[in-house]
């Protein structure tokens, strides 16, 4: 299995700095494999690994990720949520365009949560 074709879960917030951008970060509900290990907010589970794709045992960390029910996780600003929240409500509801705009980025962040779970 890719990692493109791997769940993604939103999590709101900055990545962590001592993390490289390389480096693809899986969350579950159990332990996972990899070169970074961390316990955090529960978002699919609080167990957070990340795998530096050229070390040692990489793929093989991430196929047994993968098959441990360990998703993607990507890092957005509220901003990002924020504008995804009002592309959904765009796409879903057309005509109501001035509505959306008048959301306040609390009802806007809700819906971002009730709608953007698993990308």
Known sequence: MKLEDVKKIPVIGKRPDHIPDAWPIFNAPRPLLGHEEWQGDFEHGIFYVAVDPDGYGAEGFMERNISLDGWLVEYWTEEKAIEAA?????????????????L??????????????VL
């Open 86 to 102: 009002k592309g959904y409500l765009l796409k879903e509801y057309p005509g109501d365009g001035e509505l959306i705009d008048d």
């Open 104 to 117: 306040k980025e609390k009802e806007l962040m809700r819906i971002f949560y009730d709608h953007f779970e």
